[in-house]
Every structure is written in C-alpha cells, then in structure tokens.
C-alpha cells in the first residue's frame, strides 16, 4: 500500500504545473465523499484556509483578518466536528467557546480540561496544530 501511494505521489510529482492544477480544479472522483458538493465545501475550506493563512502568518507583522460571518460558521461546524478526536488525542476534556457562535465541549467529563476561546477560524487553525498562531485564549483545570 505504501508503495502504491509513493507511485501515486511520483506521478502527481511528474505533471507538468497546468496539469496538476487541472486535476486539482477537477475535484474529487465520484467514489470520493469530497465529490459531494456540502462535504466538499467543507473538506476544501479547511485545507485552503488553513494552508492560506499558513503563508500570511509566516510573515512578519500580520494580523488576523476580517472575514465574512458564512466562513466562520462554516468554519464552526469544522471545529465541532474535530473536537472529539481532538479530545481524544489530548486526553483532556476540551471546551471551545467561539463568541457569537456557540460553545461545544467533548471528552471525559472529571477529566483535566481544556478551554479554547477564540472566534471560528482561529479555533480551526489551533485544532489543526497551528498552536504558534492560532490567536485563541487557552485556559486549563485539573481533574476533579
């Protein structure tokens, strides 16, 4: 199987530049659920957001921008979906509190816990692992 991915990744690697990002604008074949336009829109909005403010905030001096409300709730859906294995993951109880959209917690109640406050996007870049510049209020508790 990895050999199979290593010979998938030399032949993307080999395209000419157009190529490639015709196949990109292409979107994802039938069997793939990203063909299906509402799991598309979110898996593509987390992966270019995210990658996009990668390179805006490798610069000296930025600030986080003002987007539109749709993007943030699109974004706050992303994060309720992410919050479990995020939990998981850290093995505490986690709570984000985005402003305006609505608060969402998962783990092990009694846990050592987690709170994340911050506004949609931000959030999303923290549960993505951009901890270094995701502008988000971190607070911790012990375990009861």
Same mark, same amino acid.
């Given at each position: 199987l990895q050999e199979r991915a290593a010979g998938a990744e030399a032949e993307l690697t080999a395209l000419p530049w157009e190529q490639l990002v015709g196949r990109v604008a292409e979107g994802a074949p039938?069997?793939?659920?990203? +063909?299906?336009?509402? @799991? %598309?829109?979110?898996?593509? /909005?987390? !992966?270019?957001? @995210? &990658? &996009? !403010?990668?390179?805006? #905030?490798?610069?000296?001096?930025? !600030?986080? #921008?003002? $987007?539109?409300?749709? =993007? &943030? +709730? #699109?974004?706050?859906? =992303? @994060?309720?979906a992410m919050i479990l294995p995020a939990s998981l993951k850290s093995g505490t109880h986690l709570v984000v509190e985005a402003p305006g959209f609505g608060t969402t917690s998962a783990g092990r109640t009694?846990?050592? +816990?987690? /709170? $994340? #406050?911050?506004?949609?996007?931000? =959030?999303? $870049?923290? $549960?993505?692992?951009? %901890? !270094?510049h995701a502008r988000v209020e971190v607070s911790e508790s012990a375990a009861d």
């Open positions: 039938v069997w793939n659920p990203a +063909s299906w336009g509402p @799991v %598309d829109r979110l898996m593509n /909005t987390a !992966e270019f957001l @995210v &990658h &996009h !403010e990668d390179v805006r #905030r490798a610069q000296p001096g930025w !600030e986080p #921008r003002d $987007l539109p409300w749709e =993007l &943030h +709730s #699109r974004c706050f859906a =992303l @994060v309720k009694g846990a050592a +816990s987690t /709170t $994340l #406050r911050g506004t949609p996007v931000e =959030l999303l $870049l923290r $549960l993505f692992g951009r %901890d !270094e």
